[in-house]
């Protein structure tokens, strides 16, 4: 997906967020959410207008992540291990006590169709 918008994942600042509490592994569960998300914001999209959906939805997906309480957020700090929903909320992206966290990994593992 990244590839497919022009970016290169590891140096692309919107997938990048500090979380306080962030644990060093993600479940599952959230990296299909992360996934799902992306691919439906994308769906159906070419070049200019599937990068800007991309982008726009990886810093959606970053205010959610760093959002204390959000379902997100309990996925990447460990306080909840179930299934992914939608969360809303605000986030202070700047925490100095905060361990950065890729919104993306790109599911190495990913058994979908590719896009």
């Known amino acids: 997906m990244?590839?497919?918008?022009?970016?290169?994942?590891?140096?692309?600042?919107?997938?990048?967020?500090?979380?306080?509490?962030?644990?060093?592994?993600?479940?599952?569960?959230?990296?299909?959410?992360?996934?799902?998300?992306?691919?439906?914001?994308?769906?159906?999209?070419?070049?200019?207008?599937?990068?800007?959906?991309?982008?726009?939805?990886?810093?959606?997906?970053?205010?959610?992540i760093a959002t204390p309480g959000t379902r997100m957020n309990d996925l990447v700090t460990g306080k909840q291990k179930n299934q992914v929903s939608n969360s809303k909320g605000s986030a202070d992206r700047s925490s100095s006590n905060a361990k950065g966290s890729s919104i993306s990994s790109e599911r190495r593992n990913d058994n979908r169709t590719k896009q």
């Open 2 to 64: 990244f590839n497919k918008a022009g970016l290169d994942i590891s140096k692309e600042p919107s997938n990048k967020v500090s979380v306080l509490g962030h644990s060093a592994n993600h479940p599952a569960e959230y990296h299909l959410g992360v996934w799902d998300k992306l691919n439906e914001a994308t769906r159906g999209l070419e070049g200019e207008a599937y990068t800007k959906a991309f982008k726009s939805e990886l810093t959606k997906l970053g205010v959610e």
